[in-house]
Every structure is written in C-alpha cells, then in structure tokens.
C-alpha cells in the first residue's frame, strides 16, 4: 500500500510561483508513474501532469503546459509541481497520485493523497 502526502499549497497572487510536493511511502516508488490532478470547485477532477518512474516520459494537460514543471526525485521518494505564471483559474485541491508501470497517458491511478490547496488571488 502506498501512502501520498502533498505539501507546498498556499494563498499566492497572479503571475507567482509555488512548488508542490508529494512524499511517497510503503511502496517502491522508483517503479511508480507518478501524477499531478487538481480539482476546482463544482468543477470534476483533471489531469495536470505525469511522470513516468524513469523520467523519460512526461505528460502536461494543455492549459498548464509551458507554465508547469514535473518532476521528481527517486532517492527522496518525492515528485514536485513547480507551478510559474499562476492564474485565478488554476485555483484547486492539488492531488498526487501514483501507479504502476510506464504510461503517463492512463488516467487510471491507484494510490492518491489527500490533497493540498492553491488558491490564486486576481
């Protein structure tokens, strides 16, 4: 069983940065395909990014790419979101999850965290 937890959200003004992080634990996370889904209110989850356990592929949904930043640290059991440029509507519960295998294109994830929150001042 693997267990998640998110760090890093926060109150930030338009056009900031923040970095999220999620911690992995009780499983082997350099075998993971680790992912980024946020959720704003009313609205349903969404894919933000994914990370293949090699590194080698990489996943953005087209409203952060260019703007957003996977990655991930194997020794630190650690993925990151570096979040750049941010805009009202990136307002939402930040999730981690995590799941076997290579694909970055499945949206069928096994573990989650309990989520962190970004919200976005205009």
């Known amino acids: 069983q693997v267990q998640l937890v998110e760090s890093g959200g926060g109150l930030v003004q338009t056009g900031d940065s923040l970095r999220i992080a999620c911690v992995a634990s009780?499983?082997?996370?350099?075998?993971?395909?680790m992912g980024w889904f946020r959720q704003a209110p009313g609205l349903e989850r969404e894919f933000v990014a994914a990370i293949s356990w090699t590194r080698g592929n990489i996943r953005y949904a087209a409203s952060v790419e260019g703007r957003f930043t996977i990655s991930r640290d194997n020794a630190k059991n650690a993925v990151y979101l570096q979040m750049n440029n941010l805009k009202p509507e990136d307002t939402a519960v930040y999730y981690c999850?995590?799941?076997?295998?290579?694909?970055?294109?499945?949206?069928?994830?096994?573990?989650w965290g309990q989520g962190t929150q970004v919200t976005v001042a205009s």
């Open positions: 999850a995590a799941r076997p295998g290579a694909s970055v294109y499945s949206l069928n994830y096994d573990y």
């Open positions: 009780g499983g082997l996370f350099s075998s993971l395909t």
